[in-house]
């Protein structure tokens, strides 16, 4: 069963760490861009940071630069995001997205969403 599973968020105060892991399960991630987004309450859906499957170039929104870093361990078909000093603003839930294109055909899945909270 083709699968993504988010896990690592929870309530923390600001200037606070939480680790979040998107795991893939019936496919190998390695292949994949993988794009975490996140959606607070009342906003639109925002897309937080991106890394690359080929040569796993990592890109971030200007607003978690220098406190977020995405990594992949490709031994645990697993992607995370590594995120420092939060501040309120980041409270939303947070989606990991695997994408590639196969002979034209784009293969696209989504986790089910962690929610993380940031508060005193």
């Known amino acids: 069963q083709v699968q993504l599973v988010e896990s690592g968020g929870g309530l923390v105060q600001p200037g606070g760490s939480l680790r979040l892991s998107c795991a893939a399960s019936?496919?190998?991630?390695?292949?994949?861009?993988i794009d975490w987004f996140r959606q607070a309450p009342g906003k639109e859906h925002e897309g937080v940071s991106c890394i690359s499957g080929r040569d796993g170039n990592a890109y971030y929104v200007d607003s978690v630069k220098g406190r977020f870093t995405v990594s992949r361990d490709n031994a645990k078909n697993t992607v995370y995001l590594q995120m420092n000093s939060l501040k309120p603003e980041d409270t939303a839930v947070y989606y990991c997205?695997?994408?590639?294109?196969?002979?034209?055909?784009?293969?696209?899945?989504w986790g089910q969403g962690t929610q993380v909270t940031v508060s005193s």
């Open positions: 019936g496919f190998n991630l390695n292949y994949y861009a």
């Open positions: 997205n695997a994408y590639r294109v196969v002979t034209g055909t784009p293969l696209d899945y």
